[in-house]
């Protein structure tokens, strides 16, 4: 058990639909960090983001989203899903600084999203 | 510019051969951290190492070792006497000049 908690596990949509994936980081961690993985590819980074601040953007879509809030669980919202957008969405938290730090990141179990 | 490099696709051995996942990475900082993580068929995301620019001490963990060798700016990952329950896609990963760089992964499959 990484410590990382992600919710929900699985969700089957629509398309055109908006969905939110939650995320709560270890304890003490203040960085959170977005990961898509689509089938049988590698990790996608989305967003990166540290004590409620975005810190870096990856490949995010605009119609995706997220934020973190006060006691630093983080969402990521999104909306007007396509069947592309079906893929496996990895939360992560690291005890990094602000700056990047040197620590590894621990992953949630991630959230398995098919858009039919 | 900030690559890692993860050639081998795809790896099929025979349970108990020992087999190595190669990873090399490019950065042009002196001060670096590496990572390895296993992504068994469950999905989930397991850390395994991480390894500083300035620590190039092999490590070994049971079945699993490591070979750091900067000169050919290479963080290997060897698996003795591999098991079925190694089957699993493995990433290498990067951290450098504050950025995360992950390596395409290999996939390892373990045959009984």
């Known amino acids: 058990d990484s410590g990382v908690t992600q919710t929900p596990k699985h969700l089957i949509t629509a398309t055109g639909q908006r969905v939110t994936l939650r995320c709560s980081p270890r304890s003490g961690d203040l960085s959170v960090y977005w990961y898509q993985q689509s089938l049988d590819q590698g990790l996608q980074f989305l967003i990166h983001?540290?004590?409620?601040?975005?810190?870096a953007k990856g490949n995010i879509l605009e119609r995706f989203s997220a934020q973190q809030f006060p006691d630093l669980h983080s969402e990521l919202n999104l909306s007007s899903l396509e069947l592309g957008d079906s893929a496996l969405y990895f939360c992560?938290?690291?005890?990094?600084?602000?700056?990047?730090?040197?620590?590894?990141?621990?992953f949630g179990e991630g959230s398995r999203l098919t858009v039919l | 510019a900030q690559k890692v490099t993860q050639a081998q696709t795809e790896i099929s051995v025979v349970e108990k051969e020992d087999v190595t996942l190669d990873c090399v990475y490019e950065t042009r900082d002196t001060t670096y951290y590496l990572f390895w993580y296993k992504q068994p068929p469950s999905g989930e995301l397991v850390f395994l190492i991480r390894r500083n620019s300035f620590d190039e001490q092999n490590e070994i963990s049971g079945r699993y070792s490591w070979n750091f060798q900067k000169s050919t700016s290479s963080f290997n990952f060897t698996i003795t006497a591999s098991q079925v329950v190694d089957s699993a896609v493995y990433f290498c990963a990067l951290r450098s000049n504050y950025q995360l760089i992950w390596g395409a992964g290999t996939k390892l499959i373990i045959k009984p």
């Open positions: 992560a938290s690291s005890v990094a600084t602000s700056s990047g730090g040197t620590g590894e990141l621990f």
């Open positions: 983001y540290y004590n409620g601040e975005e810190r």
